[in-house]
C-alpha cells in the first residue's frame, strides 16, 4: 500500500510539470506486432522518415548534453524528431530529481511517453547505461570485473550478467554497456574494469556475460551468419532477432579493439600493436563475443596500426562486421570521440571527423557535456554536402540503431510498469550472488605457516549466506559465534570511514573539476568515503545503498568485542610519501598491542580509475612507509619477546588488499617476504556491497578461499611486457636452460627452466598467473587427453566452441578442509610445424571442482574447444596445427605442471580449421 501510496504521489508530481504518460498513442506509421520479423517492420519504417529523422537515430544523449537533463526540458528538446539513445542518468541526474528507482522510473517514462505520442513516426528511445558490475539506481553493487575475473567462474559471471539485466530491465534500461573485455597495462586506471590479462579467460567470462545479459543466441543465427535484410535496410545475424525474453537486455561491449595496449598504460594513447599480436591476442575476446551473439560495441578511444578506431573502416566494418561476423550490431562511440579525430589530426573538422566516423559504420554517437559543437553526428548534413558521407550510409546507421530498439522490444512496449518490476532491486537472492562472487574472487597470495584462517572471526550473524560458506578448515560450521576476545587492530584509510570528512571531500572534488556530491557520478570521489568506494570501483551505480556498503573495520566490529577492537587510519594511498610520521607511529604501536593486526591497504577512486594512470606499481602514497612501519615493529615485538621470555611473540600481520590492479612493494618487494613482519596477504579487489564480509568470512575460515589471480604480478613496474606475462613468453627468448645450482635461483625450477635476469633482480613474476592459495591441499592424478575429432577428420561437430581435445583427471583433496580447486590447463604448439614462435604456454581450458570434502575426490573432464587450441600460421590464418600438443595440468601458470601429450592428425586438424573459417572470415 505505501508503495502505491507513493507512486499516485510521484505521478502526480510528473503530472503536474507535463510528465505523466498520457492514453496510448495513436497507432504507429509502421507495424507494431512482435510477431511479425525484424527485417519487415525495419523496411516499413525506413521507407517514412525524413533524412532528419534518420540523423536523430546517430544521436546518444549523454548527461547534460544540448542543455536539458531533466524531464519535461529534454523531452521537448527531442520529440520534434527523436533521438536515437538516451543515458538512463540523463533523466536522473542533478537538482536530486532521481533520488529514488520509483522516482526516476517514472521520469523515464514520462519521458518517453512523450517522444512516442510527440514525434511524428512515434519512435521510442533506446535507454542506456553501464553495465559492468550493476545496471540499475538501486540495484545490486556486484564485485568489479576483475574480481569476477579472479573467479574463474563461467556459470557465475552469467548468473551476474542475467541479474545485471533484469534489475535494469525493471529499472527502464534496455541497453548496458559490458562485458569489458580490454586486456590493460597494469598501469592503467582502467585495470580494474577488465576480467584478465589472457585472453582465453577472458574470452571465456565475457561470452558468458553476453549470453547472461541477453539470453541463449537464437538457433537461427550463427557467427558471420548474413540473416535476412530487409529491403531499405540491413539486417544481418543477430540483430535480425527478438532478445530472449523482456528480462533481457542489448549487451554492448567495450572497448573495441586493444583499448588496453595504450602507449605507456596511459588512457587514449596511441597502441603499438603487431597485427600478430592483435589478431592473437586482443581480438581473441571480441571473436568469442561475436560468437555468443553480442549485439552493440563501444569503440575504444585510441589507434590501430596508427589509424584512430573512430576512423578506421578496416577494423570495424571488415573486421569487426565481417570477419568476426558481428553483422549489423549497433557500433558506438566514447564519449565524444568524434571531434577527437580532428585532433588525431586526421580530419580537417568536425564535419570532416563526422563523416570519417559514418564511414566506419560508427552508427551512435555519444554526446556528452554541454558543448554542442563537439557532437560530431550534429554535422552529418553538412558532411553529405561536402561529400564525406552519404545519405544511404546514414541510413544504413539508422537501420541497425532501429533494429536493435525493436530487438528490445521498445516499439511494442515503450514504457515499464513500476510496480512489476522493481522488487527485484538487491533483491535477496541477487545480494546472496554479489557475496558468493566476492568470495570466489578472494586470492590469498601468501600465507607464512598457516598463519589463516583465524576461527576466532568467525560469522556473527548468518544473512546474505553464500553457497561457499559453511564450513571452516575443520570442517565445523561458524554459525552465530560469540564475538571473540582476540584484540585486533584495524590499520589503513580504506578499512574505515570513521575519519572521513564528507564535506571537504566534496569541496575537494568540485575544486578539481568534479560534481561536488553528485550522486550519479559513475567515478566519484565526494560522496563516498575511500574505504566505501575502494569496496565498489569504478562504474558503479552509486545510489544510497553504496553510502551504506559495510567497510572491513565495521564487519570486523559484529566479530570481536569493543575493548579488543582499535581502528587506526596510519596512512592512504591519495597522501604524499612519506605521509604523517605521528599517524605512522600510532598504527605501528596499536599493531605491537594488537594479537591480530588488518592492515587494508590498496587503490582508492583517485589511483585507480579512468584517468588514474600510474608510473610505479608500488603501494600509492604513504602506505608503503605504513607497511613498512608495523611490519618491522610487528617483528621486533614478536622478536622482543624472545629475548624477554624465551618464547616469541605470536602476533599476526596479514594485508588485505583493496586493489584495481597488481601491486608491488618496494625495493625487491623484501618487506612482504617472509620473515619480515607479514604473515599472510589477500586480495580482495573491488569486491562490491558484500565485500568486507566476504573478507571476513575468508580470514575467519569460514570460507576457505578459492579466487586464483587472473594475470602475472610483475616484480615491478620495469617487468611490464616482459616473460612474466603468461602470453608475451615466447620461446626461447623470455627463458634460459640452466644446469647447475638451480635450486638456490628463484628465477629457475627445479627441472632446469629459467626465466631471464635482470641486473638487479629475477624477471619472474612477484606472483604467477593462475596462483591462489587455499586451507586445504589438492593433488592430481589419472590425467589424459584424448583427440574428439576422429583421426580421419570425418563426423566431427562444426563450431568454434566445439571440443577438439578433453582433458581427464581426478582432483583429491588432502587436506583437512572442504574446498574448490580451479584446474587450469596450458598447451604447448608442435615443435616444428610452424615458421611462427609460438607461446611459451597458453590458457586453453579451466574448470572450478568442488566443494570437494576433506579427504575426498572428483573427477573432471575439461574440453579445449577448436578455437582456444588455434592460432594464426605465417600467412595469418587462423587454422588448428596438426602434431603433438604438450597438455600440461596445474594450479598455476607455474612450472611445476603435469603433462601429457595428445596427436591431432592433419585431416583432424584440417577439419576444425575448416569449421572455424566457417564461422570466421579469418
Known sequence: LEMVQRLWVLTAVAAAVGLVAAAPPEPHAHDSSSAVPIPDRLSQLLASMSPEELIAETFLRYPCSSGPCVGDALAGDLNQTGVGSVSIRCVTDTSGTGSSPLNALNIRNAVQSQLVQHSRLHIPASFEEEGLHSGAWGGTLFPGAVGIGATWDVPLMKDIGAAIAVEARAAGVDTVYAPEVNMFDPRSGRYTEGISEDPMLTAALGAAMVLGLQGPRPESTSPGAKGTEGEGGGCRGISCTYLASPNNVIALGKHYAQYGADGGGLNGAPTEVSNRTLFEIYLKPWRAL?????????????????????????????????????????VLTDDNNIINLVHWGVANNITHAAGRAMAATIDLDLQGGTDSTQHGYAYLDDAVAAGFVTRDQIKAAAARVLAAKFAAGLFDQPTVTPLSGLAVLRSPEHQALACRAAEEGIVLVTNTDNALPIPALGRASTSKRSKNAGAGPSGTAQKGKERAGLKVAVIGELSSCEWFNPHHAASEHHRHGGPAGNLRDPMPTAHACPARAAMLGPYTLYNDSASTVPTVAEVLATRVTPESLAVVRGGGPDETSPGNATEIAAAAAAA??????????????????????????????????????????????????????????TRKLVVVLLSGRPTTFGWLNRVISPGNGVDAMLVGWRPGECGAEAIANVLSGSVNPSGKLNQAWPRSVGGIGGSASPWLARRPGGFIHVRDDVHHDPSCDAAGHCFSRYVDQTAAPLFPFGHGLSYTHYEYSGISATPVVPADGSGAQCGPTTPIVTVNLTVHNSGGA?????????????????????????????????????????DAVLNVSADDLATFDAAMRLRVEAGVFAITVGNSSAFDLQGVNVTVTPAAAAAATDCLRNAYKL
Open 290 to 330: 561475436a560468437t555468443a551473439g553480442m549485439r552493440g560495441v563501444m569503440v575504444a578511444h585510441s589507434t590501430t596500426l596508427h589509424i584512430p578506431n573512430h576512423a578506421n573502416v578496416w577494423l570495424i566494418d571488415h573486421v569487426l562486421r565481417e570477419a568476426l561476423g558481428f553483422g549489423d550490431g549497433v
Open 818 to 858: 572442504p574446498g574448490t580447486e580451479i584446474v587450469q590447463v596450458y598447451a604447448h604448439d608442435p615443435l616444428g610445424q610452424s615458421l611462427v614462435v609460438r607461446l611459451w604456454k597458453r590458457l586453453v581450458a579451466f574448470g572450478r571442482v568442488g566443494p570437494i570434502p576433506a579427504g575426498g575426490s572428483m
Open 592 to 649: 605491537v598491542k594488537a594479537d591480530l593486526t588488518l592492515l587494508v591497504l590498496g587503490d582508492s577512486m583517485t589511483t585507480a580509475r579512468e584517468g588514474a594512470d600510474r608510473d610505479t606499481l608500488d603501494l600509492a602514497g604513504s602506505q608503503l612507509p605504513l607497511l613498512t612501519a608495523v611490519a618491522a615493529a610487528v617483528r621486533e615485538a614478536n622478536a622482543e619477546d624472545l629475548t624477554v621470555t624465551g618464547v616469541a611473540g
